[in-house]
């Protein structure tokens, strides 16, 4: 099993959902590049749960220890090693899962992968609980990135039917997507939290979930980043976005709409502006050959529902041999785009990172 990746800066992430604890190795990271642990905790409190009643209401604070690799604030060249101590897990509540399968979670699938020895509690390794560390690493990549003038940001382009206005895709201002990590359901429009609220607080009262699309921007990208082919930027952000659990779909710019453009219509045409080689559209997403072209980085993430849901559901029991009806039991998020967002951040700034420091 492979739970390592990153070429320059290298993240392993360790531990079960209902285990003593969840944490991370990172390796990498430059002798002397300031670990920011006020900064570190807002980030992972925005991940959280058991905020509200949108999410779970697991009371998990994430409050992390580190264990070895940090000097007086700042990384000592040696590898960092975070523990995330697990402090809430009702692991009866998932006795039954033992053999009943969960449709559309990972439960059949790593039972047979890993030879039925995975802890099944909570989802053992295959949790969303694992992306604490991810974010761990993002707000270390984040405070690193702010410093070369590369901000990420994000916000919640849908969740079930409802929407929110797009990012521009020539670029938003630093200030746009600092807000937007102060909101509980990051928008564009204001207006529109309610309503994505609304849509979650639906979905939970008919014991069922709804997903959604995160999109994604991060401005002050040198031109020149990247590779063609297998280690495209694309390619590298893609990798890692899609092992953050739930992540089923990743498009680019203009995405699968630049299949109903013209050629006219779908290159970005290039001009100066002050001294600086610009485009007047950014249908590519600011990546083209693989390599950043100086426009911002654009993308939006699909997140499908929670798979974990009370509503009776057909599955089997593999130790009876027969078809089944599932009642799930315990705590389970009807939505997980709102605590999904700081994670897709995250991963994004660790990759742009180690791809800058090639």
């Known amino acids: 099993m492979g739970a390592t ?34 900064f570190i905790k807002e980030e992972m409190a925005r991940r959280a749960p058991g905020q509200n009643l949108m999410s779970t209401q697991r009371q998990e604070k994430d409050a992390f220890i580190i264990e070895s690799g ?29 053999n009943q399968m969960r449709p559309g979670h990972a439960d059949y699938a790593g039972k047979i992968r890993y030879q039925g020895f995975n802890d099944y509690r909570g989802g053992g390794h ?18 690193i990135l702010a410093k070369k003038g590369i901000i990420v940001g ?14 521009n895709p020539l670029g938003e201002t630093e200030a746009c997507l600092r807000e937007l990590r102060k909101q509980v359901l990051p928008v564009l429009e204001p207006n529109k939290a309610a309503m994505l609220e609304a849509e979650i607080m639906t979905a939970r009262e008919q014991q069922d979930s709804v997903g959604g699309v995160i999109e994604v921007m991060a401005t002050g990208m040198p031109p020149g980043i990247g590779d063609p082919f297998f280690d ?46 610009k485009t007047t ?7 083209t ?18 798979p974990s849901i009370s509503r009776p559901q057909q599955t089997v029991d593999l130790v009876a041999g027969k078809d089944t009806v599932l ?7 009807p939505c997980i785009v709102p605590r999904a967002v700081p994670v897709i951040e995250a991963v994004t700034a660790w990759v742009l990172l180690d791809m800058l420091l090639e």
């Open 289 to 306: 050959g693989g390599i950043t072209n100086g426009m911002p980085v654009l993308f939006r993430v699909a997140i499908k529902p929670t």
């Open 154 to 167: 994000a916000h919640i382009a849908r969740i079930g039917q409802v929407t929110d206005s797009l990012f």
């Open 70 to 98: 940090v000097f007086e604030g700042r990384a000592a060249g040696t590898p960092v090693c975070v523990l995330i101590p697990n402090s809430d897990q009702h692991s009866k509540d998932y006795s039954i899962l033992k």
């Open 232 to 277: 495209s930027l694309e390619s590298r952000l893609s990798h890692a976005l899609f092992s953050v659990p739930a992540v089923k779909g990743v498009e680019f710019g203009t995405g699968f709409g630049i299949a109903a453009l013209k050629g006219s219509e779908a290159n970005d045409p290039m001009t100066f502006a002050g001294g600086t080689v």
């Open 5 to 38: 990746y990153g070429r320059n800066i290298r993240m392993t992430i360790f531990g079960e959902s209902h285990g003593k604890g969840i944490g991370l190795v990172l390796d990498g990271l430059p002798p002397g590049t300031p670990i920011d642990e006020a």
């Open 281 to 287: 559209r950014n249908h590519n997403g600011g990546i």
């Open 126 to 143: 295959f949790s969303g609980r694992l992306t604490a560390p991810l974010v761990f690493t993002g707000a270390v990549a984040k405070t």
């Open 327 to 333: 009642e799930i039991k315990g705590r389970h998020d």
